[in-house]
């Protein structure tokens, strides 16, 4: 059901508002546990061994798929794909929801220690499009891998259980301030600026950069690594804390990363109901999208189709004239978050065109920016099937676009897949505070993602 500028709570019976909130806490529990690319890997393919998937490479030794069976490819434990082998051979078009695990964050440096001021300090690389001046003054986590000269990796995670240290950035005294407040927002605070404060005690004993010295000291008992591994290390810094509700009513969720763990996380429940399906039926994990899909595990790679080569080859469609069939008639729901419209900007949005929060899933048949620059414009045709898969599942949806058209806009991995022949159409949740270091979401926009995947998924 189409509800323009309605409250979907109000469509909702007890029974249904329940299992909104219980949606909500396993979600909520996805995202704590999810707070990088690669966690959000092992929390996906964790759970998809519960229910059941099997290793692509388990697959293929055995040398035979058949319909029903579930599959997961992990790409470098950085990206996911998830198959349930339908009735109809792959060549015959697959159903595809196609989401990101990569969130805007700050990266350390190659070299990132030193010290200064009495500090110790960490340089970092923010990633993505991010407003600098957010990332200070906020309690910080730090995640992620190094490896050390034995060549074992080491998972590093600080700041986020109850008993652990915080990392800090921090930001101008307002009485000092006055050269500052005289720049634009954007050069209030500069990527060099965001430097984080690990320590200020010295080593005793230590006549050389002894604070500096103490805190790789403290890193080492603890993880065993020494400074050059931060050389062979992926580590990131991102808000720590848990997913919080928020609203006297609990109706809304402020976390890191809804952009995009909610739709990651709506098509990982949705395909999970599937069984047995017709069509060979996929869930996308990518990562790199936030910074234009590029490199070996971003959805620009060549990942996802060698991994369906390999499982047409057990179908005995091994030429390039049937992988090229498969993608043509694949049908895909770019799963990915748009701008819902906020009553403390309005001037950025045209209201009559603008996703409201609590109002549904958003189909954008468009984004880009300026003139659809960049975007995926879905075909009306494919348009009118979703819209009747979701009218049979009683999914309410809305539509939406990023934005008046002179403001700006923004990209999807929708276009990627398009350009393989597929018809693809953006299909996401509605959000506040995108690329925030929290974010903010309505926990029935969430439920109907879910719901709207999975009508996807099962018509």
Known sequence: MLREEKNVWKELDETQTKEVFEFAEDYKDFLNNSKTERECTEEIIKRAKEKGYKSIKEVLESGSINSGDKIYANNKGKGVALFVIGKEKIEQGMKIVGSHMDAPRLDLKPNPLYEDGNLAMFKTHYYGGVKKYQWVALPLALHGVAFNKAGEKVNLVIG???????????????????????????EGIVGEDL???????????????AIKYNAMRLLNEKYGIVEEDFHVSEIEIVPSGKARDVGLDRSLV??????DRVCAYSSLRAIFDVENPTFTTVAIFVDKEEVGSMGNTGMQSLFFESQVAELMNLQNSQSLVAHMRAMGRSKVLSGDVTAGFDPNFPEVLDKRN??????GVVLSKYTGSRGKGGSNDANAEFLAEVRKSFEKENVIWQVG?????DQGGGGTIAYILANRGAEVVDCGTPMLSMHAPIELLSKVDLYMTYRAYRAFYNN
């Open 160 to 186: 986020e259980d109850e008993n652990d240290p915080v990392l800090y950035i921090t930001d101008l005294l307002p009485h000092l301030a006055k050269d500052q407040m005289q720049k634009k927002l954007e």
């Open 195 to 209: 430097n984080v404060i690990i320590g200020s005690i010295p080593f005793k004993g230590e006549e050389k950069e």
């Open 254 to 259: 402020a976390s890191h990363g809804h952009d």
């Open 354 to 359: 603008a996703a409201m929060i609590g109002g």
């Open 401 to 405: 676009e990023l934005g008046k058209v």
